[in-house]
């Protein structure tokens, strides 16, 4: 059965009739307990066009993307205008607790945060990459989000919007510094990741029917990882120092040293059983990464 059409969301109003809620105190921004919500829509899905803050517990039943939600620990998810979240029939599951800080892109219009949050690359994270808060991280969050509620709620002057983008840049923050203390407190399944990208490279480049489609590519890795492009070059950052496309790279000098060393293959021969369409292509890299041409590497095996 075909998947219905997302509901699309344009506006802070908007959220509030679709759930059943009073008016906003603000056009641009609102801060919803996603505990009280009403569970009887019968929308499915909805396209929203804000940026998304969230902190949820005991959701069994809810999906960004195509990933689903399964967890009784408090997690913190983020998504930017243009996605799509869903949910399954029945509504709003009945064990969620938490909140959603809904956020309208006018409202950072012409501040540095507008140009500022499309730096953050947990905003394009997958479901499955959000962000574990222990408690006191998430009483440090709640705490921020007490502030945001409070300011909105109440009489907005010429200082209000000032203030909650301050809130919002110093919530961000702690965002990422939690997220890098995720990639090294989670070491066993980050190390389990970058083994399994040496799997996926390593038959990559073994693979004559791969290599004919080029060079792997850095949405290639991450689909076969099954995480977000962004979360892998953040992983991998952290752990690494380097992006994925320079642990790609890594990976292909290292083969390029094996079959140079070691077989009689002509440096285009060698180029084009690894992907590469030119081999001028090859060798430029090559020099880049290693400060010798190819054949200077061999050279000095001979």
Sequence with gaps: MATAKPYRLKSISE???????????????TLIDVSGLRNDTEI?????????????????????????????EGLMAFMAP??????????????????????????????????KIRTYNFFSYAANEALFLSDKEEGLVNGIKDNILNEY????????QEVIIAQLELLLTYATRFYERQFITRKISSSRLLERLEEVLDDYFSNE???????PTVHYAADQLNVSVKYLSSLLKQLTGQTTQQVI???????????????????????YTLGFEHSQSFSKLFKAKTRQSPLEFRQAFG
């Excluded at 959220?15 to 921004?29: A, D, T, V």
């Excluded at 998304?52 to 399964?70: M, T």
């Excluded at 979240?85 to 409202?107: N, T």
């Excluded at 000098?253 to 285009?268: H, Q, Y």
């Design 15 to 29: 959220i509030h009739r679709l759930m059943g809620m009073p008016k906003p105190n603000h056009p641009l921004i």
């Design 44 to 72: 499915q899905a909805v396209l929203l066009d804000f940026y998304v803050i969230s902190l949820k517990r005991g959701c069994d039943k809810l999906f960004y993307g195509q990933q689903k939600y399964d967890f009784d």
């Design 82 to 115: 243009g996605q799509v979240l869903r949910g399954e029939e029945g509504g709003v599951p009945a064990r969620l607790e938490g909140w959603m800080l809904f956020i309208h892109p006018d409202f950072l219009w012409n501040t540095q945060l507008a140009r």
């Design 153 to 160: 709620s109440g009489n907005m002057d010429k200082f209000s």
């Design 209 to 215: 029917d791969l290599l004919s489609e080029g060079l």
């Design 249 to 271: 790279h890594e990976k292909l000098i290292s083969k390029a040293k094996e079959k140079l060393s070691t077989t009689e293959l002509t440096v285009s021969e060698i180029a």
